[in-house]
């Protein structure tokens, strides 16, 4: 599938999360809503928390380069975007049960951080941390390519594990519905 390409289905009129737990549960790419209506839809949340229309220019492009470079489905990054900073650019950054910082759009491991004075730059590096890595640790492509499933994939992204095909197990100091809620989001839900 392209990476980049604007398939998909229509944006919801309205959308009732659900919980997905077994993998065989997840939804198809096919069912998953179109990139444009998706990034349309998280506006009203990114402005909200603090993105500029600029910023949210700035991560359009970004997510859109990055997802050429790395090939993984630009609505994929959105959602981990979404579901990691709401897009706010500064967001705070979190820590790991090992003390370890978790900065920027995506909270990547040891990441970059939003650099005012030159948010395009600094915005474009934390989605391509996000989405391809730090020298620190893994991002979503590493967890595609070990895990074969962008659900084990975002799975592992947030808890550093996908040991099973019950993606609601509780190990570990994480959120445990992480992999339901990307999905939530590929199907229309945007908070």
């Excluded at 980049?4 to 997840?26: E, H, I, K």
């Amino acid at each position: 599938m392209d990476c980049c390409d604007d398939s998909g289905v229509d944006w919801p009129s309205a959308y009732a999360p659900q919980t997905f737990c077994m993998l065989s549960s997840f939804p198809d790419r096919s069912q998953w809503v179109r990139y444009p209506d998706m990034f349309s839809a998280n506006k009203p949340s990114m402005t909200f928390n603090y993105a500029s229309e600029d910023q949210q220019g700035q991560i359009w492009d970004a997510i859109d380069s990055v997802a050429r470079v790395s090939r993984v489905d630009r609505r994929l990054i959105l959602a981990v975007m979404m579901q990691e900073s709401k897009g706010n650019p500064a967001v705070a950054t979190t820590y790991s049960p090992d003390n370890i910082p978790n900065p920027g759009l995506m909270q990547t491991h040891n990441g970059t951080t939003c650099d005012c004075n030159d948010s395009h730059a600094s915005i474009r590096r934390m989605i391509q941390d996000g989405t391809q890595g730090t020298v620190y640790g893994d991002g979503l492509v590493q967890g595609i390519n070990e895990f074969g499933n962008v659900f084990k994939a975002v799975r592992y992204y947030n808890s550093g594990h996908a040991s099973s095909d019950n993606l609601c197990d509780n190990v570990g100091n994480t959120n445990w519905q992480y992999a339901s809620e990307i999905a939530n989001r590929l199907l229309g839900w945007a908070n």
